[in-house]
């Protein structure tokens, strides 16, 4: 549908004559349209105008909603090009972001910046999941997002990190990992957008803009579930015929300007949390 299909125009509606053009249709009066007091032809002339105008109005409306945003930059009207971006820039590319799935995280991507793009957004997603304060889950994540030559000193870094009681407790669960009864554990990673800022045939360094929700929901909760927004850099190699994580560095924002909105009740977080399930990315 194009603009200005859900709208009736009527008689003098635009038509199509196959080459693109539009057409007016004057409706002549139904009884005896030759008969009875002449009309003035200045005034005839002036409607038969003002209609033709405000056709083409309407096309020339249409043609510009419908331009495509090829041209990656704009001038301006000192003849300088500013830096607005592509309207293509967050459009899908339509390239299957993967092929399988290892653990149940997206694994296979392609050997481009697009696939370095989509590993990166998906294993943030992987890294920053709950799953990740569950020993056995934990392994599988990182054998499956690491690169196998750095992948077993990685786990054993994160082994030291995740099973801290003083950290754990922190957050609220236990030792193993778990939230107390009545409570849900929340740690999901969103991301926004993705960044290459450089790549070859066998590295790739990939910015994932993010936002996270992490926190315990439910009555008795002292740590609520909140939002954070966050900037992960990916350094990523071609490994194994996919693209593997070899290290990352994190950073606040950009950060939004929040909405007043009245924050959901525990109740309602807990039920989102286990009805909306998450997404595979791609670029």
């Known amino acids: 549908m194009t603009p200005g299909d859900e709208h009736d125009y009527g008689e003098s509606a635009r038509s199509d004559d196959g080459?693109?053009?539009?057409?007016t249709r004057l409706r002549?009066?139904?009884?005896?349209?030759y008969g009875g007091a002449r009309r003035g032809g200045r005034s005839s002339s002036r409607s038969l105008v003002t209609v033709v105008g405000v056709v083409v109005l309407l096309i020339a409306a249409i043609a510009f909603a419908n331009r495509g945003g090829d041209d990656s930059s704009s001038t301006s009207a000192n003849g300088t090009t500013g830096d607005k971006?592509?309207?293509?820039?967050t459009a899908a590319t339509g390239t299957k972001p993967v092929d399988?799935?290892?653990?149940?995280?997206?694994?296979?991507?392609?050997h481009d910046a697009q696939g370095a793009q989509s590993a990166a957004a998906n294993y943030a997603v992987a890294l920053g999941s709950a799953d990740m304060f569950i020993t056995d889950l934990r392994h599988q994540i990182v054998d499956t997002v690491y690169a196998p030559a750095?992948?077993?000193?990685k786990q054993a870094a994160l082994d030291t990190a995740y099973s801290s009681e003083t950290f754990l407790g922190n957050i609220g669960l236990d030792k193993n990992g778990t939230a107390p009864d009545g409570q849900s554990f929340v740690s999901r990673v969103i991301p926004v957008g993705t960044k290459v800022t450089a790549s070859s045939a066998s590295?790739?360094?990939?910015?994932?803009w993010y936002t996270s929700l992490f926190g315990l929901s439910g009555e008795a909760s002292t740590n609520p579930v909140s939002e954070s927004w966050f900037t992960t850099t990916y350094q990523l190699q071609w490994t194994s015929n996919d693209w593997k994580v070899t290290d990352f560095q994190q950073k606040d924002g950009p950060v939004p300007v929040g909405r007043d909105q009245q924050a959901s009740t525990a109740d309602d977080?807990?039920?989102a949390v286990e009805e909306f399930g998450g997404f595979t990315y791609a670029r």
């Open 100 to 110: 399988a799935k290892t653990g149940g995280i997206p694994t296979g991507y392609a």
């Open 28 to 33: 002549l009066p139904e009884n005896d349209p």
């Open 150 to 153: 750095i992948a077993v000193s």
């Open 19 to 23: 080459h693109g053009y539009g057409r």
């Open 269 to 271: 977080m807990t039920k």
């Open 203 to 208: 590295n790739a360094t990939v910015e994932v």
């Open 85 to 89: 971006p592509d309207a293509t820039s």
